[in-house]
Structures are given as C-alpha cells and as structure tokens.
C-alpha cells in the first residue's frame, strides 16, 4: 500500500469506539493491579499478626500490647510515614525491637498492609 493512497490500514474507528476500547483495557488492568495490591496487603497482615502483633497493635487497635510499641494505625497516620519512611522503619534496628530479616516481598507486603490502615 503506498502512502497517500487513500486506503486506510485497518478498519476505520469511530472515536467512541477508541474511548470504549481504551477505557475497558484501562479497567481491566486497574482490576489486576487492585488485585495484586489486596494480595500484598493480606500478606503483609499474616506477616504483621506473625511476628508483629505481640507487641504492636494491629488493624484498628488503638493501643498495642508492649506500651512503647506505636500501634500501626498510627504509624499510617502519621503525615511523615511515607511508604519510603515506613520502609527504613522496618529496615532499622531498634533497641527494643528483635532483628527479624524480611525479604524484598515480605517488607513491600507489610509496608502495603501498614499504608492501608490509614485513614488520612
């Protein structure tokens, strides 16, 4: 087909046509992110009942067992706690803290789960 034929590649589209496609393909893909975001947040609350509940408090909890631990509610709610800062939170040692090693996903999946108690 030469340039300028006048012959288009492809059925011609209307623009509803386009919109339509683009927006169920954008929606389709939102449904798979929103998906694997549920999926990383529940495991980051089986991980933060496992390890970390015995001395923080956990989903609404507003108090946490230990006094000195921040329930992580408000964790989430505090302004300063990005997800980078929650991050180097759960990397850094704490005098009172044990030293658990999370892998890569493990440490996304509780920073996912601690970002979704906000309420801010």
Same mark, same amino acid.
């Given at each position: 087909?030469?340039?300028? &034929?006048?012959? &288009? ?7 509803? =046509?386009?919109?339509?496609? #683009?927006?169920?393909? #954008?929606?389709? #893909?939102? @449904?798979?992110?929103?998906? $694997? *975001? ?8 089986? +991980? ?12 609404? /909890?507003? *108090? &946490?067992?230990? $006094? ?6 408000? +964790? /989430?709610?505090?302004?300063?706690? @990005?997800?980078?800062? +929650?991050? =180097?939170l #759960?990397? @850094?040692?704490? $005098?009172?803290?044990?030293? !658990?090693?999370l892998?890569?996903?493990?440490? $996304?999946?509780? @920073?996912? !789960? +601690?970002?979704?108690? &906000?309420?801010?």
């Amino acid at each position: 087909m030469r340039i300028g &034929s006048g012959k &288009s590649f492809g059925p011609r589209r209307r623009p509803w =046509q386009v919109l339509a496609f #683009l927006g169920g393909f #954008l929606s389709g #893909l939102a @449904t798979a992110f929103a998906a $694997e *975001d549920i999926e990383r947040v529940e495991a980051g609350a089986r +991980i933060a009942d496992g390890f970390c509940a015995r001395c923080h408090g956990i989903g609404d /909890a507003r *108090d &946490s067992p230990v $006094e000195r631990a921040p329930p992580f509610r408000a +964790i /989430a709610d505090d302004p300063a706690m @990005t997800e980078q800062a +929650i991050r =180097q939170l #759960l990397r @850094t040692s704490h $005098e009172t803290m044990p030293n !658990y090693v999370l892998s890569t996903e493990e440490l $996304e999946a509780l @920073t996912a !789960y +601690i970002r979704s108690l &906000s309420r801010r």
